[in-house]
């Protein structure tokens, strides 16, 4: 690391809570019945309708000085939004200290902030809109396409591969139980996913989304509990997991096969 390396981070890290303060629009107004534009109407309490003041929107703090409630009617304010904002802090300041200044850096914290976008939306929403799962895979497409043409053809391949594998499972799923099993958002989310991961990660995001929503979901209908559980917040998940550790993963299955 070098000397100046701890300066940059902290600067992603301030950016990063910038970023998830406008992410919990997106979420919210994105996740909204009918959809609610991002732009406007200005940042407001949705108890009083009083629009924040700059000093009131300061991502994480501000939340702290007002103690959680609303400066004008003293309603209290989700604990959502200083969490989503600490938690793009990390993910961006984390890149950076990973990849240090590189295009790689600025795809790592563009992916994990869609997928955190799309997880908080498909949990309080029940949807992962099109601007997270479309618009994620744009940005996945350009930033390959930053990167040369054979990680263009990677992404390219990935989110074809994305796509087509969620859709045979939906129609599939849809033919063996007679019912939607598989919903839109998700087909197209796991093209996004694959435009960053490939189709060898889009494969290994499907099975840990799999796996980890069984081990959530199988309890819970043990138990009786038959509210529906969102794929999307899974497959995010698992998509955040393959990016972190599939390289490795797939070298050391490579190498394991390779001494059989």
Not at 108 to 133: H, K, N, Q
Not at 185 to 200: C, E, I, L, N, P
Request: aromatic content about 12%; glycine content about 14%.
């Amino acid at each position: 690391m070098t000397p100046d390396m701890p300066l940059f981070i902290v600067i992603a890290g301030l950016f990063g809570a910038v970023i998830g303060s406008f992410l919990n629009v997106c979420i919210l107004r994105w996740g909204a019945e009918p959809k609610q534009s991002v732009v406007r109407p200005r940042s407001h309490c949705p108890t009083c309708d009083m629009g924040l003041r700059w000093y009131d929107n300061v991502p994480i703090i501000s939340w702290l000085v007002l103690r959680a409630r609303c400066r004008g009617c003293g309603a209290p304010i989700s604990a959502q939004y200083p969490l989503i904002e600490l938690a793009t802090a990390l993910l961006w300041a984390g890149m950076v200290w990973r990849y240090g200044l590189s295009l790689e850096t600025l795809r790592g914290a563009v992916f994990g902030t869609v997928l955190l976008g799309i997880a908080m939306t498909d949990a309080r929403a029940y949807i992962i809109p099109d601007e997270f799962s479309l618009g994620g895979l744009v940005l996945g497409v350009l930033l390959a396409l930053a990167l040369g043409r054979q990680p263009l053809g990677t992404a390219l391949l990935g989110a074809a591969f994305g796509f087509g594998l969620l859709w045979l499972v939906a129609v599939a799923g849809e033919w063996m139980f007679k019912q939607e099993a598989m919903g839109g958002g998700d087909v197209k989310m796991m093209a996004m996913v694959g435009a960053f991961v490939g189709w060898q990660g889009t494969l290994l995001t499907v099975f840990l989304g799999a796996l980890i929503g069984s081990l959530i979901f199988v309890p819970l209908s043990i138990a009786g509990h038959k509210k529906l559980v969102p794929f999307g917040i899974f497959l995010a998940i698992g998509a955040a997991a393959t990016y972190l550790v599939g390289p490795a993963l797939f070298a050391w299955y490579g190498g394991y096969l390779g001494q059989a």
